[in-house]
Structures are given as structure tokens and as C-alpha cells.
């Protein structure tokens, strides 16, 4: 039978509105308002998980993100499953099943626990150092690692759910709705600043809502009534946005945040479809004011890991809060006063408080006095030295502390007990702080680092700023907000407060025992198990940096960053090494400050919106004829017309042949366009390609290779003169946008003094390029009164004509070495070309085909394509096209870098064809080439950039880089395979019509 | 993410900006005249300091304006925009 440890109803949790869930395959039940934590705490559950190294079992130690151990799988086994998810965040709802991780087969029963046992063999380090070597042995170690530890399992199947992203522009956004998060919000919303609140749970007011210490006061009530006026009138504040469930992840520079808005996590299945999950929000404020608070650190002692052990403030908050005892023999161990106001809170409620363990000689302040009065036995100047139960605490020893602190003497006393509170003090949540880029200071009074040096307008109030107290909150934050907000007064100026003096404090940050250290496991950090053995080992071997003994023990190296130990691990390494904490420095936090969905991530980037995709005029004709496609940058282009079954290569093969004996057609829309002019159009063009251009006639072609200015290709295309001042130039279909910047970056920068303007102009105007023996007669039959006789419509030239009403260009150019026409007309009548073209050749047999027989038949001619035939390195003299180099123009781009002593070696990569021995033999592309067969070491000569079968000349060819491939004609290399070597001859890379006799055919 | 003030459209997010690198490497007017070592000095050599380095930025999803920006690679402080062709501010 299950317990029930409610222990008094809460506002906070609607008893009414009873919820049944599943944990670890067993139902339990909860309330409305309850997170899984607290309603597993309820049904007496502690032991949640097993930890990362030893499969410790472990238990819930926090109520919040900061949760080291209750790391739990969400809905298991289905597409919505999340890992890694802190139970303390999950707010239950109806049918919300969760299970434990890192547990096999069973939380209960763990074989990976006997790692436990094992533990001496696996101190810091131990993987470095185990399964190093033998390296071969690495397959073998990584499958057993792997098997044993694996956080969570991530969903098989798509995300159903729907993720978004939102904008937001404020004047202020406060970060954190505890009570000094509240007081800068509404004074800041009051003073007319567009104000955002921003907190991670579902409820406002911090821990302040549930702070029960009678002794303290505002304005004659309690802090927590008190703050539940405030908030009641938040509502009727202007200019305030107030966002719950919502997490800032990340805080970049220039105020620039996101944060993550959980918006159906918490509701039933039924409740979720059709509504967005989670949203990240990137915020742009012009100022931040960082009301993140203070997190409790727990205590360093032997055994401090067991489930039961949970920090003092937790087991406040599920009193106070949640309605919830963690246990029915509570000790509480701390070494300040906030432990007695956790004690206090559970004998108010008649629940058995055993004893409080001070590690601190005494204390004066009211709240101690009023838990002496209760009869509660007060332990001054001890320490816990060991604890036992192991799923379970059961009990804990306690020991007299030395006066350093260092030992611990005297009888031990043995105190049975099922839940433990433990406080160590209080951190402040500087980690969006330093994200910030904003600097540190180590307090040594305090033993806490601080806020010291903002980088950009933002403001730290409140407990991270270091102050604890209420009075100090509010008399801070008054004049901070005063400051930075530049006003005058605040509802803050007459607020009266009375609260109850801690009067002492003392920092141990690894408590002694009565055992050494060798045979202890005070643990630092939880969720990786690095206990402070660990540390001071990792000293030993001479680690010094902050940030090398935290990669060598994986101290804060967990889900959790190590929210509760970095700050032990820290003074432990001082107390050793001998420094100061403040000389130490931290490790950095990084975003995000608690895990993000990947969905949250992308949000509405997904699928077919995951990238842009480009598609031409032409593009629903492709379709409906069953083309395949292929991704050219952005562009899906036909890639292959298959017919009748036909395999890729059997389609290219036709397509390519009637290509060359008939009428082939392709739709060249994605070729980048740029529309040049102005009266230094022709200068330009000088200056940015190889070749020269002034003497172009109008009306004119001319291909022209860009180079960078290091002298390698950059890119190609033909340019025509279509004026006097007035050229479209061409680029290759990746390289358009480049080359529009590299241009513009020239013109604006270098030589502004040129009159010239360029216009992007690729999705203006449709592209069908018909090329073959027959393209001439179906351009005639297309556009009959066009003179088409190749004296008034030579190779390279271009001509404006009509077809119907629709004006077209028309550039009497050839890719393929064929006698061929590209047509461009408005890119709205791209489709209705493509048709009339198609209905046209019909006779002819016009055979569409797509960028896969483009490519084979450009590399029959030995025509390079950029990108595949060059790789950056490539300058046109290794391209052997010197002839497009111009010897008379002074300068081009990259010109110089041509005679630089590099460029001319004569043993560079040079472009040359390759045959294969076999004719059938088609090589791979991106194959090595040697020239020697028993050499080891072999010196790799170049590899294979283009390779086809030809129909045309019915064997295989190929384009390949070859260092010296130039000297090297006719001469017999090799291209090793997996299983066999090919042999190769170097030949001309113009392997179909050397003379050009097709282009007028 | 910087929040860049781009001298002809305004304050806009980093997001629509190319960086350009340094900025004052003039394209030298007679590169035919230069040693090697001088054209390599142009064409490769960048100092990319740690600290206040001077660098051309490119509006690309705006204006598609180049300008320069005096920024504190330390701490990604901008320090100053301005215009092609203008005076860098006196350090
Ligand atoms: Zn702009």
C-alpha cells in the first residue's frame, strides 16, 4: 500500500481535480497543480534514477531546474518521449506516463550498479586512461560504454507536435517573478517602459510565495501575502507582459535572448493537438534586469547522494507549496539559519522534525530560538560522517567537528531518519549573467561570486545580485531600478520591513569524516557522479585550470551544468591547491541555461520548409513528366526524363543520343542572370573576367571565365552585349548570388569612380535551351519571320524577337557543342515556351533532357563545369585555357596571382581526359590516380572530377586533375579500386567533335 | 547576435550582415609592378587581432551596402560605423 503524505491542503494544488499517472509502469495519483516530483513525493517515491557512473540509486533532491538526479524519460515508447526531462518541471496531467533512465533492467534492480562496488577501479580520468589502448580495442570499449550508460532514449518517429518562433522588441525584460523580478516589472510597466516578465515555472512570486518565517515582515504582513497583493495587481498594469513557463535559455550580446515558452507540456494528450507546444521567443531588450535568484547548495559529506537527501529548501517548498512531507523522520543539516525555517515549517504542521545538525558553534537569530522552544534537538559544532539505507536513507552518524573544521572527534551518534534536508548556503544564478559576457567578482565575506562588470545595459536585483535578505532586496533595488531606469520614485520609497538577522554563517566546503578520504564518496557533482576524491585526484596528477580539472572529472559536465557543486568543486581546488576562490575564476556557463527541444530549436523550419527550395517556371511540366529531380543549391532541377522504367543511366543515354542526332531540350531558368549597365559596363567587364570585352560588337556573345583574386576560377557564363552601355551577363546556377556580391563589393569598394549598375534579374526571365540538328527547324516553326541563316544568326550572337505577343531573347549559344538556341522570355511565360517548343519538335522527336545528360554532353566537349572540374585551387592555365586569358589587358581580377611563382609550377594539378583501357570501364568520380602500382607510400597524382559512358562515341570518358597532367599525353596511369586497379591513358579533355563542325551543322 | 547600425537603413539585426573582414586593404592600382611578397602581402596577410580591429561589413539582406565598423573583438563591442571612402575616427 502506498503512503499518502499530504500534509495540509495548498492553494497551490487543486485537491479536487485528482490525476492519475503512470511512473516506471505503476499508476499512482496526484493533484492538479502538481509537478511529478512532488506527486511521486507524495506517494512516499524517492529513488527516481541511478546514476550516470555507478548506478547509485537516487533520489529527488530539488523542486526545481536545477535537478541533478530526478532526470526522467517522458511518455516512453512514443513520438511525443522526451529525455532528460527534470521531474521537478514536469507538471502532471491525466494519462502523463514517465520513467526512470540509466537503469537496466530496472530501477529497483540495476546491474550496472555493481559499478558501484567497482567503484575504487573508476576514479577521474579512468576512461582517458582505460580505453586508450590498445587502440584497436576502441570498437569493443565503445560498444560496452555505450550499452551500460546512454541518457534517454530519443523518439523513432517524427515530432507531431508544432514548434514556433517569435520576435520580441522591449524596453525592459526582467528575467525571474520572484519578489525582486516583481517589484522591477511593475515599476518599470508603471514608468511607462514596454515591459516583459519572464519565469520558468507556472506560478509567480519565487520562493518568496511560501516564505513562512514569522519573523520577518512587510509592511506588517507576511512576505508571502505580502507579495500576493503585489501580484494581484500586476494585472492592471499597462505596458507588462507577464510570460510564465518560460525559460531563458540564452543571453547574448546586445540584450539579445531566447527563451522557450511551454505552452501544452502540461495538458492532457486531447489538449495538446492542433496547438503549439513550445515557442522560442528572441528578445531584444534595451534593458535586461536579471532577477534569476539563488540557488541552495547542498553540503559535502560521505554518502550524501542517497535518495532521501534533498536540499532544505525542497523540502520547504513541498510543505509549503505543494502540501507534500518528504518524509516521517525529518534531520536537517546545514551551516546557516534557512534550514530552521524549513524545520519550523514542518513541525507547524505537526510533522516529526528529529534533529537539526549546525556545523556552526551557535547562532543567535530569533527563528533558532524558536525551534530550540520546540523541542527540537539542535546538534551545534557537528557533522554528518557517513549515512546508511540504500535505496532509502535510514539513518545518519553524526561526529563532533573540530574547531578548523578540518577533523571531526568524539563518539559518533547515530540518528535514524527517512529524509534529510540539507543547506549549504545559497549561490546567486549568475549563469545568464555571464553568458552575457558581463564579469565576475569572488565576495570573500560572502563566498559567492557577484555581478561586477555589465557589458551591456542590464541589471542583477535580488538574490543573484547577493542580496538574501528581504530588506536588502527591496532598499537595493530601489535605487538600482532609480538608476537605470532614470525615474524619480517608486512605490518601493515607504515600504516598512522588519526581518530576523542571521548572525553567522560558516563555509566547509568538503565536511571531514571519520574515514579518509580514499574510503569516502562525498559527491560533487550528482548527475556524474565526480565526488571530491576525484577532484583532489585530478590535482595530483597536476591538473590546475578550472576548466582542465572540470573536463578530467566531469564535474558540471551534466545535463545539469553542475548547478548545484560548481561552487564546491571550486573550493575544494582553492582549498588544496592553497588559492583564493577568486584567483581560481569559474568554468563558463553556456547556453541553453536548462535543455531546449530540438523542435523548439527549428521551430516551423521543418520539412519542407527545413530550407528554401527554389523552383523554375517550367518546374509543374517536369512534374507531370515524371522527372526526377536533383537539388542545385537552392534549385530543384530535372535531374532525368525516365520513360518505360527506365533506369538513371538508360535515360541519360537516350536522352543524350538525341540530343546529338535529333532535338533535345533543357530548361536552363536556373542560370544566374545579371543585368549590367551603365557607361563603364564595358570597362567593367575588362576588369572582372580573364578575356577582353571593349571590341564585343552589339548583339554579341562571348563566353568569360571570373577568377578570384588569387588567381584560381571562380566562375564562368556567357555575357551578351545587348547595348552599347547595356549587358546581361550569365553565372553558374550556384554561384549567381556570389558572384551579384563579389561584384557589388568591387564596384562599391574598389572602384566606385565606375559607372555601373547591376540588377539580379535570374527570376525574371524563364530559360529553354534547344539544341540538336533539328533545333533550327523548330525555332522556325516557333518564330517563323526570324531570320535564322547562319550569316545574319551566327554561333555567339544574339537576337530580340516575338513569339505570339510574347517577346523573347534570343542567344544563339551551345553548351553541348551542338547547334542549339537559348530562348528567354518573362519568367510567366516559361511554361507556355517550354509547350510550344515541345509541340514544335514532336516531329523531330525533341527529347527533353535534364542536368545529368547536360553534364555528359559538355564533358564529350571537354567543357569544364565549376565546381566539379574545379575546386578553388584551380587556375585557368591548369584548366589549360590559357587562350581566354588576355596577354594585352593590364589588369583583371586575379591576374597578378598568375605569375606568382606558385602558380606557374609546372607540376600543379592540370585539367586533362582520361580513356580507360576498357571501354565499358566507367571510372568513379572523385577516384584516386597513381602512376605507380608497388609503391608504398603512393604518391597520389590527382583524381577523377567528371566520368560517363558516351553514348555518342560509345565508350567511357573522363575529366580528372593530374599533377603535370599536361606533360603527360598518352601515357599509362592507374585508378586503384577496392578490388581492382583500372588502367588509364591520358588523353585531350575533348573527346567529341575537336574541331567544332556541330556548331553550324 | 549584434545589433548593427547600418549608415543608411538603421539598426538592424546581425542576421542580415556579411562580414567582410579587415577593412583599409586598398586593391593595389599596378599589381603587375609588385615583387611576389608585395602581392602576397595584399592578397593573404591579415592581422586579426585580439582587440580593436577595423572591418568591412556588407548589408546583404538589406541595402546590400559596404561600410566599415570599428569593433573590439574582445568583447564585440562596436566602437564606430562608417561610409566607404570615409575617414576611420582617430583611435
Ligand atoms: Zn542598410
Not at chain 1, 362 to 381: D, L, N, P, R, T
Not at chain 1, 536 to 563: C, P
Not at chain 1, 624 to 633: D, L, M, P, S, Y
Amino acid at each position: 500500500m502506498t503512503k499518502n503524505l499530504r500534509v495540509k491542503s495548498s492553494e497551490y494544488i487543486d485537491e479536487t481535480n485528482r490525476i492519475s499517472f503512470k511512473f516506471n509502469g505503476k499508476t499512482y495519483h496526484g493533484f492538479k497543480g502538481d509537478t511529478l516530483a512532488s506527486a511521486l513525493l507524495a506517494n512516499d517515491v524517492h529513488l527516481v534514477g541511478r546514476s550516470f557512473k555507478y548506478h547509485r540509486p537516487r533520489g529527488i533532491m530539488t523542486a526545481g531546474s536545477e535537478e541533478p538526479n530526478a532526470i526522467v524519460q517522458v511518455n516512453p515508447g512514443t513520438n511525443r518521449t522526451e529525455p532528460n526531462v527534470r521531474a521537478t518541471e514536469v507538471e502532471i496531467y491525466e494519462g502523463l506516463e514517465a520513467s526512470s533512465q540509466n537503469c537496466w533492467p530496472s530501477v529497483e534492480f540495476d546491474i550496472g550498479g555493481i559499478n558501484n562496488f567497482l567503484s575504487p577501479f573508476f576514479p577521474a580520468g579512468f576512461y582517458y586512461k582505460t580505453f586508450m589502448w590498445p587502440a584497436s580495442f576502441w570498437e569493443k570499449y565503445e560498444f560496452f560504454i555505450r550499452h551500460s550508460a546512454g541518457l534517454g532514449k530519443s523518439p523513432t518517429s517524427s515530432d507531431p507536435d508544432i514548434y514556433d518562433h517569435r520576435n520580441i522588441h522591449c524596453d525592459v525584460l526582467v528575467v525571474g517573478a520572484g519578489i525582486s523580478g516583481i517589484l522591477a516589472a511593475k515599476n518599470a510597466a508603471k514608468n511607462n517602459f514596454k515591459t516583459l516578465l519572464v519565469d520558468e515555472k507556472n506560478e509567480l512570486g519565487g520562493s518568496t510565495i511560501f516564505e513562512n518565517n514569522e519573523f520577518n515582515k512587510i509592511d506588517n504582513k507576511t512576505p508571502s501575502d505580502w507579495l500576493k497583493k503585489e501580484i494581484e495587481e500586476l494585472k492592471n498594469i499597462k505596458n507588462l507582459e507577464i510570460k510564465t513557463r518560460t525559460s531563458v535559455a540564452a543571453y547574448h550580446q546586445y540584450n539579445y535572448l531566447l527563451a522557450r515558452e511551454n505552452l501544452t507540456d502540461h495538458l492532457e494528450a486531447k489538449d495538446k493537438t492542433n496547438k503549439i507546444r513550445q515557442r522560442l521567443l528572441k528578445i531584444r531588450a534595451k534593458k535586461v534586469i536579471l532577477a534569476t535568484g539563488a540557488l541552495e547548495r547542498p553540503l559535502i559529506f560521505n554518502n550524501n547522494d542517497r535518495p532521501g537527501i534533498m536540499l532544505s529548501s525542497a523540502v520547504k517548498k513541498y510543505s509549503e507549496f505543494y502540501g507534500v512531507t518528504c518524509g516521517s523522520k525529518n534531520v536537517f543539516f546545514t551551516n546557516n539559519d534557512s534550514a530552521y525555517e524549513s524545520a519550523l515549517s514542518l513541525f507547524n504542521k505537526g510533522i516529526n522534525v528529529e534533529a537539526v545538525i549546525d556545523i556552526r558553534e551557535q547562532s543567535e537569530s530569533k527563528i533558532v530560538k524558536k525551534v530550540k522552544e520546540a523541542g527540537i534537538k539542535i546538534y551545534w559544532s557537528h557533522t554528518i560522517v557517513d549515512t546508511a539505507g540504500y535505496k532509502r536513507l535510514n539513518s545518519v552518524s553524526i561526529m563532533k567537528l573540530s574547531t578548523d573544521g578540518t577533523s571531526v572527534t568524539g563518539s559518533k551518534i547515530s540518528i535514524s531518519c527517512d529524509c534529510l534536508g540539507v543547506a549549504g548556503g545559497w549561490t546567486p544564478a549568475v549563469h545568464l549573467y555571464t553568458q552575457s559576457g558581463s564579469k565576475l567578482k569572488f565576495d570573500e565575506e560572502k563566498q559567492i561570486f557577484l555581478p561586477n562588470q555589465n557589458t551591456s545595459e542590464q541589471l542583477s536585483v535580488g538574490s543573484c545580485s547577493g542580496d538574501f535578505k528581504i530588506d536588502e532586496i527591496i532598499k537595493n533595488l530601489n535605487h538600482k531600478l532609480k538608476d537605470t531606469l532614470n525615474i524619480k520614485e517608486t512605490d518601493l520609497d515607504n515600504i516598512k520591513v522588519e526581518i530576523d538577522h542571521e548572525n553567522s554563517k560558516k563555509n566547509i566546503w568538503l565536511l571531514p569524516s571519520d574515514k579518509p578520504l580514499g574510503k569516502t564518496k562525498p559527491f560533487v557533482d550528482y548527475q556524474n557522479d565526480a565526488t571530491a576524491k576525484d577532484i583532489k585526484l585530478a590535482l595530483r596528477e597536476g591538473f590546475r585550470s578550472i576548466e582542465h580539472v572540470k573536463r578530467y572529472t566531469t564535474t558540471g559536465m551534466g545535463t545539469d551544468q553542475g548547478k548545484l557543486g560548481n561552487m564546491h568543486a571550486l573550493g575544494i581546488i582553492a582549498d588544496t591547491a592553497g588559492v583564493k576562490m577568486g584567483e581560481l575564476g569559474t568554468t563558463t556557463f553556456r547556453p541553453p541555461y536548462t535543455p531546449l527541444t530540438f523542435g523548439t530549436i527549428v521551430g516551423r523550419n521543418v520539412g519542407k520548409f527545413f530550407d528554401i527550395f527554389r523552383r523554375t517556371p517550367m518546374n509543374d511540366w517536369h512534374v507531370e513528366n515524371k522527372a526526377e529531380f536533383e537539388n542545385v543549391g537552392q534549385w530543384k532541377r530535372a535531374w532525368y526524363y525516365p520513360i518505360n522504367g527506365e533506369t538513371m543511366h538508360q535515360a541519360v543515354q537516350r536522352e543524350s543520343k538525341a540530343a546529338r542526332e535529333s532535338a533535345g531540350i533543357l530548361d536552363a531558368s536556373t542560370l544566374g542572370k545579371i543585368d549590367i549597365q551603365g557607361s563603364d559596363a564595358s570597362e567593367f567587364l575588362n576588369r572582372v573576367y580573364t578575356n577582353a570585352w571593349s571590341k564585343l560588337a552589339i548583339g554579341k556573345c562571348r563566353y568569360g571565365l571570373m577568377l578570384n583574386e588569387d588567381g584560381m576560377v571562380y566562375d564562368d557564363g556567357v555575357t551578351t552585349r545587348l547595348g552599347e552601355n547595356h549587358y546581361i551577363m550569365t553565372t553558374t546556377t550556384g554561384g549567381a548570388a556570389n558572384v551579384l556580391s563579389k561584384l557589388e563589393d568591387y564596384l562599391q569598394t574598389e572602384w566606385p569612380e565606375l559607372d555601373v549598375y547591376l540588377t539580379s534579374v535570374t527570376d525574371h526571365y524563364a530559360t529553354a535551351s534547344l539544341c540538336g540538328p533539328n533545333s533550327k527547324k523548330i525555332l522556325k516553326k516557333i518564330i517563323p519571320d526570324l531570320d535564322l541563316a547562319d550569316e545574319n544568326f551566327p554561333h555567339m550572337s544574339f537576337k530580340e524577337a516575338n513569339i505570339g505577343n510574347i517577346q523573347c531573347r534570343i542567344m544563339r549559344i551551345s553548351f553541348t557543342g551542338e547547334h542549339s538556341y537559348e530562348i528567354n522570355v518573362q519568367a510567366s511565360y516559361g511554361k507556355d515556351l517550354w509547350e510550344k517548343c515541345m509541340e514544335a519538335g514532336q516531329e523531330f522527336n525533341i527529347t527533353p533532357y535534364g542536368t545529368e545528360t547536360m553534364h555528359l554532353l559538355r564533358a564529350e566537349k571537354g567543357f569544364i563545369i565549376v565546381g566539379q572540374d574545379t575546386d578553388g585551387t584551380m587556375t585557368p592555365i591548369d584548366l589549360q585555357m590559357d587562350w581566354i586569358v588576355s596577354k594585352k589587358k593590364y589588369d583583371f581580377i586575379g591576374k597578378r596571382s598568375l605569375y606568382r611563382s606558385d602558380t606557374m609550377r609546372e607540376d600543379r594539378k592540370q585539367l586533362v581526359g582520361l580513356l580507360t583501357e576498357d571501354p565499358n570501364e566507367v571510372l568513379e568520380e572523385g577516384a584516386q590516380i597513381i602512376s605507380e602500382l608497388n609503391q608504398s607510400p603512393v604518391e597520389m597524382l590527382g583524381h577523377v572530377t567528371s566520368s560517363y559512358f558516351s553514348p555518342n562515341l560509345n565508350k567511357s570518358i573522363a575529366l580528372a586533375v593530374v599533377r603535370g597532367g599536361k606533360n603527360m599525353m598518352g601515357k599509362k596511369l592507374f585508378v586503384p579500386m577496392e578490388n581492382k586497379n583500372i588502367n588509364v591513358i591520358v588523353t585531350n579533355p575533348v573527346f567529341y567533335d575537336e574541331k567544332n563542325e556541330r556548331l553550324n551543322a | 547576435m549584434f545589433l548593427i547600425n547600418c549608415p543608411y537603413c538603421g539598426e538592424r539585426d546581425q542576421q542580415e550582415f556579411k562580414a567582410g573582414g579587415e577593412a583599409h586593404i586598398e586593391r593595389p592600382k599596378q599589381p603587375t609592378e609588385l615583387s611576389d611578397d608585395e602581392w602576397a602581402e595584399y592578397l593573404f596577410m591579415r592581422k586579426n587581432i585580439k582587440g580593436v580591429q577595423f572591418e568591412r561589413w556588407n548589408h546583404a539582406h538589406g541595402c546590400r551596402k559596404w561600410f566599415n565598423m570599428v569593433r573590439d573583438t574582445s568583447n564585440d563591442e562596436i566602437k564606430a560605423i562608417y561610409k566607404m571612402g570615409e575617414k576611420p575616427p582617430a583611435q
